[in-house]
C-alpha cells in the first residue's frame, strides 16, 4: 500500500518488513531513517552510507513520525 500525499514516498505491505512503513518500497522502514537521521551529523556521509535515500525521503520520514 503506498501512502497518498503527503506520504507518497511510504509503503505500507504486510508481507515486508512486518507490515511498518518503509521508504519507497525498500526494506528501509520510516524508524530506521529516524534512527540514521539521528546518527549521522552529515548529510554526505548519511548519503553514501545509503545510497538509495534522497533527501525527501528523510523529510518525508520526519513529516510521517510526526503525524502518527
Known amino acids: 500500500?503506498?501512502?497518498?500525499?503527503?506520504?507518497?514516498?511510504?509503503?505500507?505491505e504486510p508481507g515486508k518488513?512486518?507490515?511498518?512503513?518503509?521508504?519507497r518500497g525498500f526494506r528501509i522502514t520510516v524508524?530506521?531513517?529516524l534512527e540514521i537521521l539521528a546518527t549521522y551529523q552529515d548529510r554526505n556521509e548519511l548519503f553514501a552510507d545509503y545510497p538509495d535515500l534522497e533527501e525527501?525521503?528523510?523529510q518525508?520520514?520526519?513529516a510521517y513520525a510526526a503525524f502518527v
Open 60 to 62: 518525508q520520514a520526519l
Open 31 to 33: 524508524r530506521r531513517v
Open 56 to 58: 525527501a525521503d528523510l
Open 1 to 12: 500500500m503506498t501512502l497518498t500525499a503527503p506520504f507518497d514516498r511510504i509503503t505500507i
Open 17 to 23: 518488513m512486518g507490515g511498518q512503513p518503509c521508504i
